[in-house]
């Protein structure tokens, strides 16, 4: 069994990539593997909170996330500067997340065997 | 060394499938093994059978469907990815009553699960794009 860890850096609503990545982590983690995110760069924009894409006629990618927790996706984490640089909190956020320093991600990255990045 | 390989980006959208060509012509070159390449996002595109790229130009699909035959690769279209941007192999056509037989040759439609399934199997894992 391998560690999964997913490391997402793109805005919601940038054409299929989200939904299709988010698509990857419900499969491995249906699969049995334990599998976490990563919310980086503009990724933090994914779980802003209030969000209201079916008025565009896109799908609300957020509303995916909670689907997680029952896929027993152990952790979101999401990188403290790339809120702040955003002027976001993590109560901007639709679910909770873990913050991370910048300057733990690295040793975040070493506990897990699979780095996935979109 | 086992290698499991995805592709995200069509072929001339970047040079992501171009390099994973290339990275995999040289593992194999070197003894190691790729077992399966799967093609996701606009990756799928790859495998698109019609594509008739001028002949002095870099054709990422024979090259691909030749390693494939070659080295006995697995190349694996996601099928989601696919149906949704109109590609599809015969036995997919004939369920949703159309008439299309888009894969080239060495490329298969399949799951995500296969995706999972070559990481875990694998030794090392990339992806291009």
């Not at chain 1, 029952?70 to 909190?89: M, Q």
């Not at chain 2, 040079?15 to 060509?21: E, P, S």
Request: include cysteine.
């Amino acid at each position: 069994m391998k560690q999964f860890l997913f490391v997402l850096r793109r805005p919601p609503h940038s054409g299929a990539f989200v939904q299709e990545m988010l698509d990857i982590v419900l499969t491995t983690a249906a699969f049995d593997q334990p599998a976490s995110v990563l919310l980086l760069d503009d990724a933090v924009f994914q779980l802003k909170h209030g969000q209201q894409p079916a008025d565009f006629g896109m799908k609300d990618t957020a509303s995916i996330y909670r689907a997680l927790e029952i896929y027993d996706v152990k952790h979101v984490y999401a990188e403290l500067e790339s809120l702040e640089e955003r002027g976001l909190k993590p109560a901007d956020l639709g679910l909770p997340v873990q913050t991370i320093y910048r300057k733990d991600i690295a040793s975040l990255m070493r506990r897990h065997q699979v780095l996935f990045s979109g | 060394m086992k290698f499991a390989l995805q592709i995200n980006a069509g072929p001339y959208a970047s040079n992501a499938g171009h390099t994973a060509y290339r990275f995999a012509e040289t593992a194999l070159a070197m003894g190691h093994e790729v077992e399966r390449v799967f093609f996701y996002h606009d990756g799928i595109y790859h495998g698109l059978r019609y594509a008739t790229p001028p002949d002095d130009e870099f054709d990422c699909t024979a090259r691909w469907s030749a390693l494939a035959e070659r080295h006995r690769i697995d190349l694996v279209l996601c099928i989601s990815a696919a149906q949704k941007r109109g590609l599809l192999c015969r036995d997919e056509a004939e369920r949703q009553g159309k008439h299309d037989d888009d894969l080239a040759p060495g490329f298969r439609i399949a799951g995500l699960g296969q995706l999972v399934e070559a990481i875990r199997h694998a030794d090392r894992f990339l992806v291009f794009g």
